[in-house]
């Protein structure tokens, strides 16, 4: 059985021309951009959440604490939707006392000649905007590598976890549990 993961997928983001870069949650929360550490304080960063989970909500957040201008759009109907209810109030207290601006029912549509465009669910109404950098609070890609090489091999592969598709742990429990049963 192998349970290999995901990689991030920033480039999932399109249409993008690259007039403006496109990085990971993972990127995003240690500050880097091409491998380089950079100072977000200043900078106007907009975080797609089409996850609405905690490790993009604590982005957001570490990214407030960086002092970037952070704006999160989300297609969502409200911010942090599969984050705990228990926990939400609280993270929209330290995002909006970071001064992060939170556009629920909004779509990423672009990025073209350095402006990014979204469009409103309901309103239908678009905005274009020029940011420094769009962290991309997207599904990753599952890691298969390995798999395959070992398909090549003749060896019989179970996957379990990110490696079939990126979602959450009680996934992958049920998907190992039911691996080593068949095994």
């Keep these: ?16 021309d690259g007039s403006i870069p496109v990085i990971s949650t993972w990127d995003a929360a240690h ?4 491998g380089e550490r950079v100072s977000l304080a200043g900078e106007r960063v907009l975080l797609v959440d089409v996850r609405g989970n905690l490790e993009t909500a604590l982005v957001a957040e570490r990214l407030g604490d960086e002092r970037a201008k952070v704006t999160i759009a989300t297609p969502y109907p409200q911010f942090g939707l599969h984050v705990g209810f228990t926990h939400r109030k609280d993270l929209l207290e330290r995002l909006y006392g970071l001064g992060c601006d939170i556009e629920s029912s909004t779509v990423f549509v672009g990025i073209e000649n350095g402006l990014v465009t979204t469009r409103h669910v309901y309103s239908r109404e678009v905005s274009q905007r020029p940011f420094g950098l769009v962290v991309a609070g997207v599904p990753g ?3 298969v590598g390995l798999s395959a090489a070992a398909e090549r091999r003749g060896v019989r592969v179970l996957l379990a976890g990110d490696a079939v598709a990126p979602r959450t742990a009680l996934h992958a429990f049920r998907e190992g549990d039911a691996a080593g049963r068949a095994a």
Excluded: H, W, Y
């Excluded at 059985?1 to 993008?16: D, H, I, N």
């Excluded at 500050?31 to 091409?34: I, L, S």
């Design 141 to 143: 890609q599952p890691e």
């Design 31 to 34: 500050a880097t951009v091409d």
């Design 1 to 16: 059985m192998l349970a290999t993961g995901a990689r991030p997928a920033p480039e999932t983001l399109t249409p993008a």
